[in-house]
């Protein structure tokens, strides 16, 4: 049952949802860069944010294992989350530009059933955690929950009903991501940024507002002691 819920979930999610080029310009302006489709003319390149990460330390090999299943797991369900995102906005975009509602039903139709044979053997194999953890990369990827999706996509009822199912299996659908606050989430974003840089994951922003340097030094300072 739990399975069949996170391939409801995600399938849901993937059916409701310029490359710039840097151009050097032949003119006096030598030191300015046009990119294209941009009109305005800039004096420097923008560049992504660079983390300098210190050596994982760990107060004892259990808190070392915890990580390490906590990588392994969020490696493999992170790109579900980031497809998901994607697959929202592409089909948000294009609905916007069908006027009729029954076209548009077609056309979301269509998109489950492509989605449905593309992912769902996938999806079945993913234990509890993976889902949890799941659940928690599609907030951080999307801003909504996927309680609030389910609801969007489907009525208010059947969202509650999915939440209540899925808490059977200790999930819900409701969890968000809080690195700031959780400090499991900021062992998942260490993961996240880790994997990003050393090209272990396709980068994508997290929507939600927070600074991972920031969040650094703050659980440095502040994680959870090991138990006895």
Not at 97 to 123: C, P
Not at 169 to 179: A, G, H, R, T, V
């Amino acid at each position: 049952m739990l399975r069949y819920l996170i391939i409801l979930l995600v399938l849901l999610i993937f059916s409701f949802g310029y490359s710039q080029e840097e151009k050097e310009i032949d003119s006096i302006e030598e030191y300015y860069i046009r990119f294209e489709g941009d009109s305005v003319l800039q004096s420097s390149i923008p560049l992504d944010e660079v983390y300098i990460f210190g050596k994982l330390e760990f107060a004892d090999k259990k808190e070392k294992l915890r990580y390490y299943i906590l990588r392994r797991k969020t490696i493999k369900v992170y790109p579900y989350a980031k497809l998901a995102s994607e697959r929202l906005v592409e089909l948000n975009d294009s609905l916007t530009k069908i006027k009729k509602k029954r076209h548009q039903k077609r056309y979301t139709k269509k998109v489950q059933k492509y989605i449905e044979g593309e992912f769902s053997d996938k999806l079945k194999k993913l234990t509890r955690t993976e889902g949890q953890i799941l659940v928690k990369l599609i907030h951080r990827q999307t801003g909504s929950t996927a309680f609030n999706l389910v609801k969007e996509l489907r009525s208010g009822w059947r969202a509650f009903w999915y939440n209540t199912t899925a808490k059977a299996f200790k999930i819900s659908l409701k969890k968000e991501y809080q690195p700031d606050k959780v400090h499991e989430d900021y062992l998942i974003e260490d993961i996240l940024q880790r994997a990003f840089t050393y090209d272990k994951l396709d980068r994508q922003k997290s929507v939600l507002d927070y600074d991972y340097a920031s969040l650094s030094n703050k659980w440095k300072d502040n994680s959870p002691k090991p138990e006895n």
